[in-house]
T-cell receptor
Framework: SAVISQKPSRDICQRGTSLTIQCQVDSQVTMMFWYRQQPGQSLTLIATANQGSEATYESGFVIDKFPISRPNLTFSTLTVSNMSPEDSSIYLC????????????FGPGTRLLVL | AQSVTQLDSQVPVFEEAPVELRCNYSSSVSVYLFWYVQYPNQGLQLLLKYLSGSTLVKGINGFEAEFNKSQTSFHLRKPSVHISDTAEYFCAVTLYNQGGKLIFGQGTELSVKP
């Protein structure tokens, strides 16, 4: 597996502002993903974070709202832009570890509340 | 399109009783299957996975699951639950050629009572 950390662990933000969430992994990974978990709901994939290139977004998610960077194999950021209360969710990154291609491991999540 | 259905949104059980959390999936191609657990205010932890081979898979914390291809099911079981098993459980699938994208079920809240 891998040790995955996310910063911040939680935040309370005002509408109209932006928040950048960081995901750091302690080992080389082949793939990184970002998920959203709305209150009381399951997880929905936002995008695949591609190293050195633009992320691949799922239907319903756009780069202007959720810009993603992945400058190297072990680090990625997700920005939630121009936030509204509907963006209040848990945001989780996940990784696929080299040599374990089929399995995703998740970070602890970032709990975001937008007022 | 692929989908995952967890048939029970909430499952209350008494401590030391057996439990089964049900999961069915829909896919026209082969899949990998996973169960994750989410304890209150925490991220997701992998319980177990089925990739190939034996259809009975054992995971952490005494949980096991059985892959049934004909019924497209992957039910999770534990013979005797503890209070500490109280959590949300998610069934998920990924397709062989989908770059690891996980499709999740809606989750089952397991509540273990003394």
């Amino acid at each position: 597996s891998a040790v995955i950390s996310q910063k911040p662990s939680r935040d309370i933000c005002q509408r109209g502002t932006s928040l950048t969430i960081q995901c750091q992994v302690d080992s080389q990974v082949t793939m990184m993903f970002w998920y959203r978990q709305q209150p009381g709901q399951s997880l929905t994939l936002i995008a695949t974070a591609n190293q050195g290139s633009e992320a691949t977004y799922e239907s319903g998610f756009v780069i202007d709202k959720f810009p993603i960077s992945r400058p190297n194999l072990t680090f990625s950021t997700l920005t939630v832009s121009n936030m509204s209360p509907e963006d209040s969710s848990i945001y989780l990154c996940s990784v696929v570890v080299q040599g374990n291609q089929e399995t995703q491991y998740f970070g602890p999540g970032t709990r975001l509340l937008v007022l | 399109a692929q989908s995952v259905t967890q048939l029970d949104s909430q499952v209350p059980v008494f401590e030391e009783a057996p439990v089964e959390l049900r999961c069915n999936y829909s896919s026209s191609v082969s899949v990998y299957l996973f169960w994750y657990v989410q304890y209150p205010n925490q991220g997701l932890q992998l319980l177990l996975k089925y990739l190939s081979g034996s259809t009975l898979v054992k995971g952490i914390n005494g949980f096991e699951a059985e892959f049934n291809k004909s019924q497209t099911s992957f039910h999770l079981r534990k013979p005797s639950v503890h209070i500490s098993d109280t959590a949300e459980y998610f069934c998920a699938v990924t397709l062989y050629n989908q770059g690891g994208k996980l499709i999740f079920g809606q989750g089952t809240e397991l509540s273990v009572k003394p």
